[in-house]
């Protein structure tokens, strides 16, 4: 059985008893999965007479994140902060929603099943939406606008007032460390052409992986707070004005490079086929979505970035790019252990459209350096 299966297995067995620690107690309430999400499990709950109730429930993967407190810890800061900065920076005639945690009948922000699973609840942002691709330049001009919004309401929160929740997360010269451990078993799964290609692939790279934390270490790029999973599917849009109202999936906000945070936007949104596209060789990186996506980011997100920011956009765009496609090969070669996997060889076909998103990339690098260029 996969991973993916068993913990679907665990997870469907306490869902009606974790929605009840929240609150849901009608035998009515109707429990519906939200999303895609590669790593935990997120269900829609409807209870109450009129199924108007909703809330969010979500079981944390304690695989990925092993210190569930933390991200809550954190999670009390990052709210503490907006709810404070909120209104002075919000431009007028935009709404902005964050979400809210809720504790368990006996006041606890998690209840944890008997299998040891973690479970918490939190607000459902009314009257919005999420899309899984991208939808035109307007949709990349408001996630843009999201992630630089939500920069901009971090930016005077100092880093170390937040735990790293997740270790190592976009750190991409270990995610090559990890990839090289695992070549050796890899062999087997070599035999196929498109495990060849990739392993290729990744050996013409190998000397891009520390752009980004060389400029960390050396002090030209500034530790600050990011989200840290800033994909299309994880902003939400009013469902009336097409406006970004929010930005949800906050375990990975800590302390980071924003530029971690531009390099996924932009390798989310500038794919109109999306992650899971079925054929790797029809994927391209849009620049025209990528002008929208950083007219809404700077928009929002201009007053605080320097000119050594804006000088390691187009690496991020490509390493962010790559690093996932080699996060999703390395699953593959391990088996399927960290992102939830729908059928096998899908974490391959994941990161084929990756790659085939970084060569995009890099065939139009000059194209994508003068859009960044005139970006404001
Ligand atoms: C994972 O679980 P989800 O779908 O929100 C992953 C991100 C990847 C993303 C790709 C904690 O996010 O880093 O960019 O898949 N989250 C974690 O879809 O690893
Ligand atoms: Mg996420």
Known sequence: MSHTQSTRDSTSAYLGEAAEHFGARDSGAEIRR???????DTFLVASGPCRNKRFILQRINGRVFTMPEWI???????????????AGVL???????????FETEDCKEFWIDPAGGYWRAMSFIENAESFETIAGPDH???VGFAVGFFHALVSDLAPWTLKDTLEGFHITPLYLRRYRERQS???RFAASAE???CIDFIEKRTGLVTVLEDAKTDGRLPLRIIHGDPKVSNVMIDTETKRAVGIVDLDTVKPGLVHYDIGDGLRSCCNPLGEEARDPCEVRFEPELCRAFLRGYFSAAGGFLTEADREFIYDSIRLISFELGLRFFTDFLEGDVYFNVEEPEQNLRRALVQFRLVESIEAQARALRQVIGEAQ
């Open 34 to 40: 939200l999303g895609a999400g590669n790593v935990n």
């Open 185 to 187: 078993g890899a062999r």
């Open 91 to 101: 431009p007028a005639g935009r709404r902005w929603d964050m979400v809210r945690f």
């Open 195 to 197: 495990s060849a290609w």
């Open 140 to 142: 990349a001009a408001e």
């Open 72 to 86: 809550m810890q954190n999670l009390r800061v990052l709210t503490a902060h907006v709810s404070e900065r909120l």
